[in-house]
């Protein structure tokens, strides 16, 4: 049987495909477990096992404790017990195979290199200065080298019900740069990596669903052989994560920055916007100069003070301090949080 949001998902987009990895959702902190560890025996009867999790360090107060799994009588009288919410997580990996054997793909990932642009037109992501700095990687070639796939990710929630407002399901999805543009966002060239199931309310954190995609984006960076429709001998493929692009609210919980009416709510500076209790963000000031810019090395050490955090109290001053939160993509060497991260310009001027 399909949990509810990926039923809801496969009609939402027409994804008959059933190769999700299946892991149980504490409902109060969204851990991550197995669905073999929801459930113990104890004195010969299964009983439901609490989230261990523990997200600051002192004393044994700190953990989660939330019930993993319910129990559920089934009409023959049968006792099972079912986790309460299922995150369906599909190998980005895989996908990338699946993608790669249909003739032509291949060789459409290798048309970005002949275009030609007028000079001072960016049309698209290949003639922006991300994408010329991957060209190379420290002095090796990147994107330069053939093979080598550069990918955007996707985070968005939507109500799949035309008719009903209160289930929302989450899904981070990534598309293939390489691709050209009218290719890359047709339906069959999604890929999509996790489905985040409907709860009371919107997770505080995207880590734990997230911390699957990372392992594989690990594994991807260094390189992995891949089946694809121009060879039948498996050949090595790299990939990386270039660009984060979402609404404000989703990119802010997928790279780590605090919202956009926190006190030093832009991921691109540490402006100080004032704000009195129980009043709006004075967003003036426009001197540029006075606008210090965030860089990479000092998020990612920012970044790991909160998330070093030994209580609460301590997470939300630094967070707020710093106007950062910790996202577990800084786990990938290359990322650059505060360059990948999109300025969503749809809301900003188009809406």
């Not at 299964?46 to 089934?74: D, W, Y």
Request: charged content about 25%; proline content about 5%.
């Amino acid at each position: 049987m399909l949990p509810s949001s990926l039923y809801l998902l496969q009609n939402f987009v027409n994804l008959k495909r059933d190769n999700f990895v299946k892991f149980a959702v504490c409902l109060k902190c969204a851990a991550l477990y197995q669905l073999e560890n929801c459930t113990r025996v104890v004195g010969g009867k299964i009983v439901p096992n609490l989230c261990s999790n523990k997200p600051f360090k002192k004393g044994r107060r700190g953990q989660c404790e939330e019930l993993l799994a319910k129990k559920v009588i089934l009409g023959s009288g049968k006792v099972c017990f079912y986790p309460y919410k299922v995150y369906c997580f599909n190998s980005i990996i895989d996908q990338v195979e699946n993608l790669l054997k249909r003739p032509g793909v291949p060789e459409m990932c290798e048309q970005w290199r002949e275009r030609t642009v007028e000079e001072n037109i960016l049309a698209d992501v290949y003639d922006g200065q991300i994408w010329k700095d991957f060209l190379k990687y420290k002095g090796k070639d990147y994107l330069n080298a053939p093979r080598n796939l550069a990918f955007a990710i996707n985070v968005d929630w939507f109500q799949p019900f035309k008719r009903r407002n209160d289930r929302s399901v989450g899904v981070i999805y990534l598309v293939l740069l390489n691709l050209p543009r009218e290719e890359r966002f047709k339906w069959e060239n999604i890929i999509v990596a996790g489905i985040i199931p409907e709860m009371s309310k919107e997770p505080k954190s995207l880590n734990p669903f997230l911390e699957p995609i990372v392992d594989e984006f690990k594994a991807f960076w260094k390189g992995v052989k891949l089946t694809t429709s121009q060879s039948k001998i498996p050949l090595t493929y790299r990939g990386a994560i270039l660009l984060a692009s979402a609404d404000l609210p989703a990119v802010r919980k997928l790279c780590g920055f605090k919202g956009h009416s926190a006190h030093r709510g832009c991921s691109k500076c540490f402006k100080y916007f004032p704000r009195n209790f129980g009043e709006k963000s004075d967003y003036s000031g426009f001197d540029r100069e006075l606008w210090p810019p965030r860089q990479n090395e000092s998020h990612r050490l920012h970044a790991e003070m909160v998330r070093k955090a030994s209580t609460q109290k301590r997470h939300d001053d630094l967070a707020r301090e710093y106007g950062v939160y910790y996202s577990c993509l800084l786990k990938l060497e290359y990322f650059d949080v505060v360059r990948f991260t999109a300025i969503d310009p749809m809301h900003n001027l188009f809406l």
